[in-house]
């Protein structure tokens, strides 16, 4: 029985053992010999309980399940964004960060326990075959959608591109009935979006960072640059609210299509020789027009990077709310035979001036804060790196999250309004500090005003919200106001 609970540790153990031969190869003396040691008589100890639950638990154990989630435990317990990712976890992943999977191209939300429709995307299956927003999916290849998950249902709608699959939909008030098959195909995931404020500033909406992100970038600029007249063109915005991230060579190449020298950004590990530092090449897309970034308590990682770039470069002015303060950069290392992989945090990254922004964030040049509806007051922010268990320290400075709301109507939007006065000459930077200060002033008389002039009886404090963390190498969602959708 020893013998062979060992053996099905082999993969779990092998990687350690390699890793010790490393270290015993490379140092002399008895510590080293001793440290070796004791991790030997941990993975023992491993060992040993393993095989106590294959042979006592109450019901037969399932051997895999026990080594994922021991090799999960092992990565949660280093920090918030380590973890081990099944196959099927790997494969999610893979899809997100490419951009492109074979579907049907509708984004759709759960109501009700079906399958809404909140908008069929252009030219694909889906609005090609009628597909309608407000229809509701009731069955996929007949089969019911009534007690699925959304995430199970849209794994059902994607699959191999030129295959089929029949949806049965309810259709309008009456919930007419009716069935469409439609032929799966390569569906792209816009994560770039752009129009002209008429008629001189271009705004352009970056919503995470995919491999198909600078691509999406270059072209808005280009349409942008094509609509605005050269003598009447004012500026762009560049708006990272919300933006939980991505990969990091597509910020990278994002901040260089906004400066041509310099450093964008550096990542240092554990050892010094680990630091790399990454450079602008001369290709300014933008020719030089005033840029300002709107950024908020939910823009992290990879919005990080580009926002702390082209602060310190002084290229744009940042306009909004404290972002987010994920520092760290992830690594993916597949683990090979369907064994999923790892996402393991292996280094920190600094922004040009040497600034490391975990657990701190980015403050904004000009802070402005979003008129909360009365209904969402109290969810509207997040708690930020620093507020996560077990996260990597940065000092004693650390920043505890900011607002993350971002108003669905535009002439609501006031970040959105103060960076079209500024890149109008309406109002200078100064005048827009002066002003945002004096709004916040008052808020904050009126606040104290309205606060109980006794003492209040002390309660447990309710648990707050939980927020999905976006790790560098996998764009995640944070928390947002509205119903989550997913495309598929």
Do not use: C, W
């Not at 010999?33 to 019901?59: C, H, P, Q, T, W």
């Amino acid at each position: 029985m020893r013998k062979t609970s060992l053996v099905l540790l082999g993969v779990l153990m092998g990687a350690s053992a390699v890793s010790l031969v490393s270290q015993t190869s490379s140092l002399r003396g008895g510590s080293a010999i001793a440290a070796a040691s004791d991790v030997y008589r941990d993975l023992n100890l491993f060992g040993d309980v393993f095989e106590k639950v294959r042979a006592d638990y109450v019901e037969k154990p399932d051997d895999k399940k026990m080594v994922e989630a021991a090799v999960s435990g092992m990565l949660t317990s280093l920090d918030p964004h380590s973890s081990y990712m099944d196959a099927k976890s790997f494969q999610d992943m893979q899809v997100q960060t490419r951009g492109a999977f074979g579907g049907l191209g509708i984004e759709v939300m759960q109501e009700d326990g079906l399958v809404k429709v909140v908008a069929p995307i252009d030219d694909t299956p889906a609005a090609r075959a009628g597909i309608l927003s407000g229809d509701l999916i009731t069955a996929i290849d007949g089969e019911n959608v009534q007690g699925m998950t959304l995430n199970q249902a849209v794994d059902k709608m994607r699959g191999d591109v030129n295959t089929n699959v029949k949806l049965t939909v309810l259709r309008g008030p009456k919930k007419d009935k009716v069935d469409v098959t439609l032929t799966r195909a390569v569906i792209q995931i816009k994560s770039v979006r752009s129009h002209v404020d008429q008629p001189d500033v271009g705004y352009i909406r970056i919503t995470q960072f995919t491999e198909q992100t600078f691509d999406g970038l270059k072209e808005a600029l280009a349409k942008i640059q094509h609509d605005i007249p050269a003598d009447k063109f004012k500026g762009y915005i560049l708006d990272l609210r919300n933006n939980p991230g991505g990969l990091l060579d597509q910020s990278v190449a994002v901040v260089n299509a906004f400066i041509d020298h310099g450093e964008i950004v550096s990542t240092r590990g554990r050892n010094a020789d680990e630091t790399q530092r990454y450079n602008a090449r001369p290709i300014d897309l933008s020719k030089g027009k005033p840029v300002v970034v709107l950024i908020n308590g939910g823009s992290a990682s990879a919005s990080e990077i580009v926002a702390g770039a082209l602060q310190d470069h002084k290229r744009a002015t940042l306009i909004g709310t404290r972002s987010f303060g994920k520092g760290s950069v992830q690594t993916i290392i597949p683990l090979g035979q369907s064994n999923g992989a790892l996402r393991l945090t292996t280094a920190r990254y600094y922004t040009p001036s040497g600034r490391s922004i975990q657990a701190k964030g980015i403050e904004p040049d000009i802070q402005v804060l979003e008129d909360v509806p009365d209904e969402l007051k109290g969810k509207d922010a997040t708690e930020g790196e620093a507020s996560l268990k077990g996260h990597l320290k940065n000092g004693d400075a650390e920043e505890h999250g900011s607002q993350a709301y971002v108003p669905a109507d535009e002439a609501k939007d006031k970040a959105l309004h103060a960076a079209l006065d500024l890149l109008r000459g309406v109002k200078t930077a100064e005048a827009l500090k002066s002003e945002m200060a004096k709004v916040q002033a008052v808020k904050s008389d009126a606040a104290k005003a309205e606060a109980p002039k006794t003492e209040a009886p002390r309660t447990e404090k309710a648990p707050d919200a939980p927020v999905v963390i976006p790790p560098l190498g996998s764009p995640e969602p944070v928390l947002r106001q509205g119903p989550a959708t997913q495309p598929n």
